[in-house]
């Protein structure tokens, strides 16, 4: 019976109802003190959930340190189904199950086990109770959270119950539990025989804490003496210390050995009370006085609190003995190690050593936060400097994996103030620059690594140079790497020596784009080599999806945003960004997710959505894009001041065609001619037709000809803002020029192309254009929104993938979601497509789902 919980309860009712309607997936979080009924509330759930599968998960202390400990109790029934999960999902859970090697990617677990529960759920709606979450393996805490975050049309209702400081910064509902007020108190009380006097010291000392109030109740020595300035769950930790302490002292022999095991595994325990002189039989009276209780092989404290009493309440050499006993009989590795770094009381080369090896097999599984866990006891059990430091490093290195950039710096710092060794020192450096770039400072990052001479952080110093416009970086990076063709094409380009940095450029992407092809999807950012960067960029987003690389696709997809931008795919480009954003925010990496702002900063500037730009800019770091596509939407909107001053404080990586029309259009020429002609120099030297098509349109502007406009169309440039901007200005001229008749067609095709854009203020000024041409219906609104404009981001994946005859499970794979959630995409996208089933959706003329 729960007292005081009937909201709760109405609550997570509600929830496993709506999973077991097949509405929609429910997740909650339970957080409260010990003691204040949460897992009360999750067997109320289990035993009210009729007609469901229940499947349980308890976080143990003592296996915290273990990769994938929590997750096993519920995939090792399960490890039959493995077989018939997608090919990198199977790897990365038997890697989890310590059956093989684990995948490349952390995150791919999560996936599969999102994967997992979907299959059961097709059976029966599954309930996942997740108990003492704040002592899960951090491997375990992150597959679990990234399901959390990814179900959507699921019949599973997951429910994790933690204590204040678990699971914080979730994202995920919450359910805070408060304290019993007086008469729920009282009613709990009520059934127990107590003199009115000591119910109301009992209600008065427990404060709302239900477990307080029952063990308070229990035996008048189970409440604490006197006035007590403690906090409740302390006077309950007091209370159950004073019941142990009355017990024989071989049976508070044993319950230490239990409580310093942890899990409860009775061989281990009576291996190590065997050393020790005692046994099983020595646990009854803890039986007896309700403190344990044993379940086949394994002995379970009645709460963790009592755990923590039996433990806490030891003398320290006491504890030091207990777990050198257990080291000696545990036969499982890490096991045995984590009890000898427990009763290792100084600096122990041995103990550090084995730690280290724990971390091997934790990083072996997928266990990245554990491996930096283990490596971090490692260095502080390392009896020389150099071997902490090391430690440190290889913590610190494991920490930046995880995203857990703080920690990650914290340590680096720690391990350099340790070590002068060069490579030790090369390797702090690359941790805490890649910590910079995350906080949105590449230019410090890029110092960093500019003290150092490895080749590796020298090119990666070039790159964050780059993104920060410092080009004085970037040429002493080239300085050291003379041979380096991209890091010296990056150099002469930010010097203004096009013809020389460009063909540099060029040729490495032909060099690397097998081998390193992000490197070569960079260049040809820089280059503007949009053919050969979609088609690389597209390449290595499908790579990173078939091999479950999770935690490297918001990257690849920012990349191929940013090439879909340029050949005007906008909602391709949305598509992307808002997959990326859903992927870092699920995984934990918020801060990659706000560097995917400044790309769609791109977009709603060309749209010329203001309020849009602006809550971009405010949740993006500081960056040229931002500053250019704020520049973009000024342009756009005739405010050519504003847009020349941001333009300007850009410096050189300014974007030439904004800043040259910006000038002509105040009447500065001569601003407008460096611009353009630095602009002409990288465009002759790269090649491509929007560039030189653009570098003519740059000429029309300060010649005031008809020339260069024709020679521009000519190119037939692939751009297609670009292409209608020339087409604007084109027809600007003719108009000016009185040749209206044939002003139209330009100022056609570039209307055309804007409002296929949804360059809402470009297409304004054609179609005024167009007006003042004397064109009919030139007045006309935008045209209605295409097939495409219909759908939301998720939707239009679904469907493009679908239209190709993709099924549903296949579809899963690649966009890292269940089938059903895939099926349902679906059934939203249909009627918006005017469509009813698969058949009919490949017969729409939906050309553009193939960009």
């Known amino acids: 019976m729960l007292y005081g919980r009937d909201e709760e309860r109405r609550r997570i009712a509600a929830l496993v109802g709506e999973a077991r309607d097949g509405s929609r997936s429910g997740v909650l979080v339970l957080r409260g003190e010990a003691g204040i009924g949460k897992s009360a509330l999750l067997e109320s759930a289990a035993s009210d959930a009729a007609g469901v599968r229940v499947l349980r998960i308890t976080g143990f202390e003592a296996e915290s340190g273990i990769a994938f400990a929590g997750l096993n109790q519920v995939l090792w029934p399960l490890r039959d189904r493995l077989e018939a999960l997608p090919a990198p999902q199977a790897t990365a859970l038997r890697g989890a199950l310590g059956l093989a090697q684990a995948g490349p990617d952390r995150f791919t677990a999560g996936l599969a086990l999102l994967t997992l529960l979907a299959d059961l759920a097709e059976e029966e709606p599954v309930l996942l109770l997740v108990d003492d979450a704040q002592w899960l393996d951090p491997a375990s805490a992150e597959a679990l959270l990234f399901t959390a975050r990814r179900l959507a049309a699921e019949p599973v209702t997951m429910l994790l119950a933690t204590r204040e400081d678990g699971l914080t910064g979730t994202g995920l509902p919450e359910l805070p539990l408060a304290r019993l007020d007086a008469a729920a108190a009282e009613e709990l009380l009520a059934a127990r025989d107590l003199a009115p006097a000591l119910r109301a010291r009992i209600v008065a000392e427990a404060g709302g804490n239900p477990l307080a109030l029952l063990e308070f109740s229990t035996t008048g020595r189970s409440l604490p003496g006197g006035a007590m300035p403690l906090p409740v769950t302390e006077r309950v930790l007091d209370a159950y210390q004073g019941q142990i302490a009355v017990l024989p002292e071989r049976t508070r022999l044993m319950l230490l050995i239990a409580a310093a095991e942890g899990r409860g595994y009775l061989p281990a325990l009576l291996g190590a009370g065997e050393a020790l002189g005692v046994g099983l039989d020595d646990l009854e009276p803890a039986e007896q006085a309700r403190l344990i209780e044993v379940r086949g092989t394994a002995i379970g404290f009645r709460h963790p609190l009592i755990r923590s009493a039996a433990y806490l309440g030891a003398p320290a050499g006491r504890r030091i003995t207990v777990h050198q006993a257990l080291a000696e009989a545990s036969e499982d590795p890490d096991c045995a190690t984590r009890h000898r770094a427990s009763a290792a009381m100084a600096p122990d080369e041995g103990v550090a050593a084995a730690l280290d090896d724990a971390a091997g097999r934790a990083l072996s599984r997928g266990g990245l936060a554990n491996a930096a866990s283990l490596r971090y006891q490692a260095a502080q059990l390392s009896p020389t400097r150099a071997g902490k430091a090391a430690r440190l490093v290889s913590a610190a290195e494991a920490m930046l994996d995880t995203g857990l950039t703080d920690e990650a710096d914290d340590l680096a ?40 001479d490895d080749p590796g952080l020298l090119r990666t110093a070039a790159s964050y140079a780059w993104t920060a416009g410092e080009d004085a970086l970037v040429g002493r990076a080239a300085e050291r790497l003379p041979d380096d063709l991209g890091v010296r094409g990056l150099a002469l380009v930010a010097a203004g020596d096009h013809a020389a940095g460009v063909p540099l450029l060029a040729r490495l992407i032909e060099q690397v784009r097998d081998t390193d092809r992000p490197r070569a999807v960079h260049a040809g950012l820089v280059i503007g080599a949009d053919e050969v960067t979609l088609e690389l960029a597209a390449a290595q987003v499908e790579h990173d999806r078939r091999h479950g690389l999770i935690g490297a696709l918001p990257t690849a997809l920012q990349a191929l945003a940013e090439a879909q931008v340029a050949a ?146 000519a190119l037939r440039p692939t751009r297609p803002f670009e292409r209608a901007r020339t087409d604007l200005l084109h027809g600007e001229w003719l108009r000016r020029h009185r040749r209206r008749s044939d002003a139209r067609g330009p100022l056609r095709a570039a209307l055309d192309a804007f409002e296929a854009l949804r360059a809402a203020p470009w297409a304004e000024r054609a179609r005024a254009e167009l007006r003042a041409t004397g064109e009919a219906g030139a007045a006309a609104e935008a045209t209605a929104p295409g097939l495409l404009d219909r759908l939301t981001p998720q939707e239009l994946q679904v469907v493009r993938l679908a239209a190709d005859g993709t099924s549903s499970r296949e579809i899963a794979a690649r966009l890292f979601l269940s089938p059903r959630t895939v099926e349902y995409h679906l059934y939203k996208a249909y009627p918006k497509l005017g469509v009813s089933s698969r058949r009919e959706l490949s017969r729409l003329p939906l050309e553009a789902l193939a960009s």
Do not use: C
Not at 600 to 623: H, K, M, Q, T, V
Not at 664 to 676: D, Q, S, W
């Open 413 to 452: 710092g720690q391990a350099g103030r340790l070590t002068a060794d060069p490579a030790q020192q090369a390797r702090v450096a690359r941790v805490r620059a890649a910590v910079e770039h995350e906080r949105g400072d590449p230019a410090a990052a890029a110092r960093m690594l500019l003290a150092h």
């Open 568 to 713: 005007g795919l906008h909602a391709g480009a949305e598509a992307a960004l808002a997959e990326a954003a859903a992927l870092a925010r699920d995984t934990g990496l918020v801060r990659r997710a706000r560097r995917l702002e400044a790309v769609a900063a791109r977009i709603a500037a060309i749209e010329g959505d203001e309020d849009r730009l602006r809550a971009l800019a405010a949740a993006a770091p500081a960056s040229r894009a931002v500053d250019a596509a704020h520049a973009l939407l000024d342009l756009g909107a005739g405010r050519y001041d504003d847009a020349l001053r941001r333009l300007e404080a850009t410096g050189s990586h300014a974007p030439a065609a904004d800043l040259v029309e910006a000038a002509v259009r105040l009447g500065e020429p001569e601003r407008a001619r460096k611009a353009a002609a630095r602009f002409a120099a990288w465009a002759q030297a790269g090649g491509q037709p929007w560039a030189l098509a653009v570098a003519a349109r740059n000429e029309a502007l300060l010649t005031d000809a008809e020339e260069p406009f024709l020679r521009a169309a």
